[in-house]
């Protein structure tokens, strides 16, 4: 397939470039290629390039940013979505949009399926809503993939962020009360890949198995890393941050399972494969 691919040269961009490659022509694009704020720019450039399907890895994603820049937020997250599902729609392309768990409010006690209601407490969970509603909107053809608490290779991320501290720190303190799956972007794109094949369209959550809480999952980079750090837990409201997040994110995988596919190894089998690759 020919394969359109927004914010190539992101985290999880970087993954599914890897993935993809080895079997399928790709056009990777960036904001500075296709800026998909820009209507008009970005139905031409897809007319003009006829991908077989296009996968939207472009977003503002920096959480607290998107409470002070909300015209930022609404434009690329909600408008610039709008503006691929158009341009899809003109050629008859699926669309492969990636969510967030930012759009449930984080009050409830047990993992989010795919139709649960959705009530978005932050501006990036109410903007990456805006995008999600304009392709249910305008296509038929569309896998909206929500996924959580990302980590890869390239880019920013909690256990690089975790690691970096631990040189020139012998106590850390990370938040206890918020809890979700850390996914590894590997896995996603992977997973990505086995969706693209099929037309079993609509809403997905895609994660790695397993859950825990920010302080858990440090201690366990630590164990792994073999690294002698001091994680004292604290709550998410003495951790003060512009944007509220959603407390429990859990997101089961149930449309996923139901299609046939085999459930995403879990976190802790994930995360020492990070480790390893960036200890290499």
Same mark, same amino acid.
């Given at each position: 397939?020919?394969?359109?691919?927004?914010?190539?040269?992101?985290?999880?961009?970087?993954?599914?470039?890897?993935?993809?490659?080895?079997?399928?022509?790709?056009?990777?694009?960036?904001? /500075?290629?296709?800026?998909?704020? %820009?209507? /008009?720019?970005?139905?031409?450039?897809?007319? %003009? /390039?006829?991908?077989?399907?296009?996968?939207?890895?472009?977003?503002?994603?920096?959480?607290?940013?998107? *409470? *002070?820049?909300?015209?930022?937020?609404?434009?690329?997250?909600?408008?610039?979505?709008?503006?691929?599902?158009?341009?899809?729609?003109?050629? %008859?392309?699926?669309?492969?949009?990636?969510?967030?768990?930012?759009?449930?409010?984080? =009050?409830?006690?047990?993992?989010?399926?795919?139709?649960?209601?959705?009530?978005?407490?932050?501006?990036?969970? =109410?903007?990456?809503? /805006?995008?999600?509603?304009?392709?249910?909107?305008?296509? %038929?053809?569309?896998?909206?993939?929500?996924?959580?608490?990302?980590?890869?290779?390239?880019?920013?991320?909690?256990?690089?962020?975790?690691?970096?501290?631990?040189?020139?720190?012998?106590?850390?303190?990370?938040?206890?009360?918020?809890?979700?799956?850390?996914?590894?972007?590997?896995?996603?794109?992977?997973?990505?890949?086995?969706?693209?094949?099929?037309?079993?369209?609509?809403?997905?959550?895609?994660?790695?198995?397993?859950?825990?809480?920010?302080?858990?999952?440090?201690?366990?980079?630590?164990?792994?890393?073999?690294?002698?750090?001091?994680?004292?837990?604290?709550?998410?409201?003495?951790?003060?941050?512009?944007?509220?997040?959603?407390?429990?994110?859990?997101?089961?995988? =149930?449309?996923?399972?139901?299609?046939?596919?085999?459930?995403?190894?879990?976190?802790?089998?994930?995360?020492?494969?990070?480790?390893?690759?960036?200890?290499?």
């Amino acid at each position: 397939m020919k394969i359109l691919i927004t914010g190539s040269n992101g985290m999880l961009g970087y993954d599914l470039k890897e993935v993809l490659r080895k079997n399928h022509e790709l056009i990777l694009t960036t904001s /500075k290629t296709l800026d998909i704020t %820009d209507k /008009k720019h970005t139905i031409e450039f897809i007319l %003009d /390039k006829k991908p077989d399907i296009v996968i939207n890895a472009a977003a503002y994603t920096d959480v607290d940013g998107c *409470e *002070e820049n909300q015209d930022i937020a609404y434009a690329v997250n909600g408008e610039g979505v709008r503006n691929l599902a158009l341009a899809c729609n003109e050629i %008859d392309c699926p669309l492969v949009h990636i969510s967030t768990d930012y759009i449930f409010n984080g =009050k409830k006690d047990k993992p989010w399926v795919e139709d649960d209601g959705v009530g978005p407490i932050s501006i990036y969970g =109410k903007s990456k809503l /805006k995008g999600e509603e304009a392709i249910i909107e305008i296509l %038929d053809k569309y896998f909206i993939v929500r996924t959580a608490w990302l980590y890869g290779i390239n880019g920013k991320n909690f256990p690089k962020t975790m690691l970096e501290l631990a040189k020139d720190h012998t106590e850390i303190t990370v938040v206890y009360d918020e809890v979700g799956t850390p996914t590894y972007t590997l896995d996603l794109a992977n997973g990505i890949s086995k969706l693209i094949e099929t037309d079993f369209y609509g809403i997905y959550h895609l994660t790695n198995s397993g859950s825990c809480s920010w302080c858990e999952f440090a201690r366990y980079i630590f164990e792994v890393a073999n690294i002698n750090v001091k994680v004292i837990p604290v709550t998410a409201s003495e951790f003060a941050r512009p944007a509220p997040r959603p407390s429990y994110s859990v997101l089961e995988n =149930k449309n996923w399972i139901n299609n046939g596919f085999n459930p995403f190894r879990g976190y802790k089998e994930a995360i020492k494969e990070y480790i390893k690759r960036i200890y290499e």
